[in-house]
């Protein structure tokens, strides 16, 4: 089996540019993101905060976090219920990234993907793809562009969504502030491989990002 771990800060295009690729090379495109996005829509539903580790334990006793693949596309079931849309707020966003740096979470959702990866060809985009979770994965990607610019994508995402209600300032806070969350926790903290080829996306159009990234991938494969 074959796998690209992509890893790298929030709005960096990860997920657009690995599902652009996946599609191309005929990969399963798996957006880590969204299990954490699971477990943190979990416990906001159960009223547990992030700080509340023994709850959140015992929380996850009772959960099921699976993905399906529906025609190569990637849906997240939480308790056997699609939750692939709730999970796209910026409450479940900012959940995600503090209850991510809780060890019994992480290990909770480690053999998940690692099962993925053993059975297909993947794509997988994440923080700790390429340190922790696949460290033999063939093709490692760190995926970077400056905070200002992936809020700026962020921000017009969300208008082109319809979503006026967010302003390109607050986003740009929740971006810096998951930054440091995600790369200062103890556990699997974000930060690039030491075999990890890092692409900087700020000046790129999504096109020749994707195109600097197949030829890594056939670089090396
Ligand atoms: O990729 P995303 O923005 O959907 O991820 C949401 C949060 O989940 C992110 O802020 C940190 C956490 N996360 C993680 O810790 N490890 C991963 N492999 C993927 C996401």
Redesign the pocket.
Known sequence: MIAVAIDGP?GAG??TIAKTIAKELAYIYV???????ATALNALQNDIAPSEEEKITAMLKNTCIELRFIDGVQRVFLNGKDVSESIRTSEV?MT??KI?ALPIV?SFLLDLQRDIAKKNNVLM?????GTV?LPNAQVKIFLTASAECRAKRRYHDYLEAGNTSESYETILQDILQ?DY??SHRAV?P?KQADDAIMVDTSDDTLKESVEKIIAIIQGKI
């Open positions: 929030a990860k997920s957006d880590t993101g969204a299990l954490y996005r966003s995600a990234s991510a992480r985009d994440g923080r700790d793809i979770v998951r969350q995600d699997a974000l």
